[in-house]
């Protein structure tokens, strides 16, 4: 007699994820969109982190995926596939630690460097005042739901339906380190100056990175952000703190 | 003083080593010297463990005064260079002596060269390497390329015995490259007619080329028939623009990006894209 023992039937991740090669070193675990899987994501890869197999060398989280990377050639075969299963299995045992954040953002247009250079355009689009988008952008709680496209870089999602937009359509040769932006569902915060797609509606003198401090990010994956308005008196005042 | 005083930095120099590893869940990308076995050789001629840093020179060479006696050593693209006006044979590790000037004149073969000093450079290390990434300011000389009058600290520069650098160890001058791929994770999300063209049509490399990706041209546009949502990136993913034009990631980067990838080169065909020049064309071999 086969053993069907309750655990087989209870642990069975056969339809939780699909793995994919990506090239010969790196395996995609890819998660059920309609599954909410994002906590999920980001306990396998913590877990990956702090027991990681053989040759691993990175491991990257995203919306509805887990990438990993070796150094050594890999292939999608049931070895990861049982691997991968038991994971997630142990994984769920251990909570990810999170932390608020609140963060104190000036949405002033004109003084000193227009720091909120496209809060009237977005204005526009959106059809609203500007007090009516600061007050919808700052009644929001985000979620920090993965760090990409520069590091540090958090993808705040949680932000109102009715500010959400298109990113533009031309880039921003250069947005400010510190520049609060929109776009699409998210909310983020440049960490450094780069070139920038999302609309800028303000500025934060909230350190995002930091490369002399030991952790250099104060955000991690499920953080929760929340937006608070500040005068430029008060937005200088912390410029100057932060410059002496 | 053990310092060197940069005179013309060149287009883009940067230092870099074997890389910044299990960061990418922070959105930090590996970054390391895009030819990594050509910048190695350099520190093994030298004595050097092999995953120090290294200047990572890009198409247009660097110049310097040295305050020091040292042995240096440039790998990866060939340049004529000259110690103090004088031209040098590039095929060997090479001795200056305290004021020698070392300039890097016309490059003749391959786009990046890795030039290393004995003792090796003093350089910190931050989140673990040397290497810049200089869309972040991170690491390397003040997170940032070269500049002239940039003075660079060395550790303990020493004079060593002169070794000579295998020939075939050199990019050749050629035009046309074979690069070993294997169909890429989207691969499936690709018309038929864009399967097949992937592996049969030259890709132009473009001038718009940096360490993050080269933008490659394909006279036959690539076409997904689905869009995907956001996941990891690592290099040497070709990656679809949906108006069909073809961006080569490499070492720097974006970690997570959400274009379909047709293929991902193998990793020991990185440095053949490394020192690809514009208007060279790449092939794409099916590695199966």
């Known amino acids: 007699m086969p053993d069907h023992s309750p655990q087989t039937i209870l642990f069975d991740h056969d339809l939780l994820f699909r793995l994919r090669t990506n090239g010969s070193q790196s395996l995609i675990v890819d998660f059920k969109k309609d599954s909410n899987p994002l906590e999920q994501i980001h306990q396998l890869s913590e877990y990956l982190l702090s027991h990681p197999p053989e040759s691993l060398i990175n491991v990257i989280p995203a919306s509805c995926s887990v990438t990993l990377v070796f150094s050594k050639n890999v292939t999608a075969n049931g070895h990861w596939q049982d691997f991968l299963t038991l994971a997630l299995d142990t994984c769920r045992l251990i909570p990810i630690q999170t932390q608020t954040h609140t963060i104190g953002v000036c949405y002033q247009t004109q003084f000193p460097n227009k720091l909120a250079t496209d809060i009237n355009s977005v204005c526009e689009i959106l059809q609203c005042t500007r007090p009516q988008l600061i007050e919808a952008h700052c009644s929001a709680t985000y979620r920090v739901d993965m760090l990409g496209f520069l590091p540090g870089f958090a993808y705040l999602s949680g932000l109102p339906d009715a500010l959400q937009l298109p990113r533009k359509s031309k880039p921003a040769l250069k947005v400010p380190a510190g520049g609060v932006a929109i776009a699409e569902q998210y909310s983020a915060i440049y960490p450094v100056d780069s070139p920038g797609g999302w609309h800028l509606i303000g500025h934060t003198n909230f350190k995002v990175i930091d490369w002399h401090q030991s952790i250099f990010s104060p955000f991690k994956p499920l953080d929760r952000v929340q937006f608070v308005p500040i005068s430029i008196t008060e937005w200088a005042a912390q410029q100057t703190k932060d410059n002496r | ?288």
Not at chain 2, 22 to 46: C, E, F, K, M, T
Not at chain 2, 151 to 168: G, K
Not at chain 2, 239 to 266: A, E, K
Request: proline residues 5%; contains cysteine.
């Open chain 2, 1 to 288: 003083m053990s310092r060197w005083h940069i005179i013309k930095p060149g287009l883009s120099s940067t230092f870099q080593d074997a890389g910044r590893y299990n960061l990418a869940h922070l959105g930090i990308p590996v970054s390391g010297a895009l030819d990594l076995p050509a910048a190695q050789y350099a520190n093994r001629l030298l004595g050097n463990d092999i995953n120090k840093a290294v200047i990572e020179i890009t198409l247009t060479g660097l110049s310097f005064e040295t305050e020091c006696d040292c042995s240096i050593a440039i790998t990866g693209a060939v340049f004529s260079c000259m110690r103090n006006g004088q031209i040098v044979d590039h095929e060997q590790t090479i001795n200056l002596k305290t004021g020698d000037v070392f300039v890097m004149k016309q490059r003749l073969t391959g786009a990046r060269a890795y030039l290393a000093v004995a003792g090796g450079f003093k350089i910190p290390q931050v989140l673990a390497s040397q290497s810049t990434l200089v869309s972040a300011k991170l690491g390397g000389f003040q997170g940032r390329a070269l500049k002239a009058a940039d003075v660079i600290q060395l550790n303990q520069p020493q004079a060593t015995p002169l070794r000579s650098i295998a020939s075939w160890k050199r990019p050749k001058s050629q035009n046309i490259h074979v690069v070993r791929a294997l169909a890429g994770p989207e691969y499936d999300f690709f018309d038929t007619y864009s399967q097949e063209s992937v592996w049969q049509q030259a890709f132009e490399v473009t001038a718009d080329c940096d360490r993050m990706g080269m933008r490659l041209h394909n006279k036959h546009d690539l076409h997904a028939m689905k869009t995907i949502a956001s996941s990891g990136v690592i290099p040497g993913s070709l990656q679809v623009t949906p108006n069909g034009d073809s961006i080569m990631t490499l070492n720097d980067g974006q970690v997570t990006g959400g274009y379909p990838r047709i293929l991902v080169v193998l990793p020991c065909q990185l440095p053949t894209l490394a020192q690809a020049l514009p208007n060279d064309r790449l092939f794409f071999y099916r590695h199966r």
